[in-house]
T-cell receptor, first 119, second 115 residues
Framework: GAGVSQSPRYKVAKRGQDVALRCDPISGHVSLFWYQQALGQGPEFLTYFQNEAQLDKSGLPSDRFFAERPEGSVSTLKIQRTQQEDSAVYLC?????????????????FGSGTRLTVV | AQTVTQSQPEMSVQEAETVTLSCTYDTSESDYYLFWYKQPPSRQMILVIRQEAYKQQNATENRFSVNFQKAAKSFSLKISDSQLGDAAMYFCAYRKETSGSRLTFGEGTQLTVNP
C-alpha cells in the first residue's frame, strides 16, 4: 500500500484480556519497528524486525509482550493479560533502508497507531 | 545510551510569525541522524526535516530550517511564516547511522498557532 496501515485504530480491553495489534508496512520495506507512546510522552522503542528476523526486542516491557513478523511483511504485536499501565498508543514504522544509505529510506514512515485503553 | 531533551513542553506563535523549538541530545557517536517529526491529532508521525551529522550545512525544507550545533549537541527547529496547519506536537529524534537503529525521541513540544 501507499502507507503504513495499523489496525484496529482503537481498542478497549478489559484488564487481563489478550490483545493483538496489526501493522501492514509499506510493501518492500525491510525494517519494521514498534513503539509505545504513553499519553503526553514521546514514543518509546519496543522492538525491531529486519524482514522476518526480530533483531532487537530489548524495549519490550515484560514477557507479556510478544511481536512477530513471520513472512517479513505484516507484523503483529500481542499483549497478554493486559494491565492498565499498557494503555498507550502503539505506533508501527517501516523503512526501506537495509544498509548505509543516504538517500531514500533512512527516515521511517509511521502508521497512525492503535490507541489501546485497558479498563 | 542516547538521550534527547526538549525543554519546552508548550510554545505558541502568532500566525505568520517565526518560532523556534529547542532540542538537545547526548551521544558518544560521531555519525548519526537527527529529525524533527510533527504529530497532529491524527497521531501519525510526519517527518518535517532531517539532518545528517556529517553535514555542516543546516537543513532547510521550505518554511522549516534547523540550527545544528554539533559540538553543543543542539538541534533547534525554526518555523517561519507560521500557519494554522503547523499546530501540532513536535518531536525531536535521534538515531545512530547503523542500519536498523531505533529512533530515540524527546518528550515533545506542543505548538499552538494563534490566528
Amino acid at each position: 500500500g501507499a502507507g503504513v496501515s495499523q489496525s484496529p485504530r482503537y481498542k478497549v480491553a478489559k484488564r487481563g484480556q489478550d490483545v493483538a495489534l496489526r501493522c501492514d508496512p509499506i510493501s518492500g520495506h525491510v525494517s519494521l519497528f514498534w513503539y509505545q507512546q504513553a499519553l503526553g510522552q514521546g514514543p518509546e522503542f519496543l522492538t525491531y524486525f529486519q524482514n522476518e528476523a526480530q533483531l532487537d526486542k530489548s524495549g519490550l516491557p515484560s514477557d507479556r509482550f510478544f511481536a512477530e513478523r513471520p513472512e517479513g511483511s505484516v507484523s503483529t504485536l500481542k499483549i497478554q493479560r493486559t494491565q492498565q499501565e499498557d494503555s498507550a498508543v502503539y505506533l508501527c514504522a517501516s523503512s526501506l533502508a537495509l544498509s548505509r544509505d543516504r538517500g531514500v529510506g533512512y527516515g521511517y514512515t509511521f502508521g497512525s497507531g492503535t490507541r489501546l485503553t485497558v479498563v | 545510551a542516547q538521550t534527547v531533551t526538549q525543554s519546552q513542553p508548550e510554545m505558541s506563535v502568532q500566525e505568520a510569525e517565526t518560532v523556534t523549538l529547542s532540542c538537545t541530545y547526548d551521544t558518544s557517536e560521531s555519525d548519526y541522524y537527527l529529525f524533527w517529526y510533527k504529530q497532529p491529532p491524527s497521531r501519525q508521525m510526519i517527518l518535517v526535516i532531517r539532518q545528517e551529522a556529517y553535514k555542516q550545512q543546516n537543513a532547510t525544507e521550505n518554511r522549516f530550517s534547523v540550527n545544528f550545533q554539533k559540538a553543543a549537541k543542539s538541534f533547534s527547529l525554526k518555523i517561519s511564516d507560521s500557519q494554522l496547519g503547523d499546530a501540532a506536537m513536535y518531536f525531536c529524534a535521534y538515531r545512530k547511522e547503523t542500519s536498523g537503529s531505533r529512533l530515540t525521541f524527546g518528550e515533545g513540544t506542543q505548538l499552538t498557532v494563534n490566528p
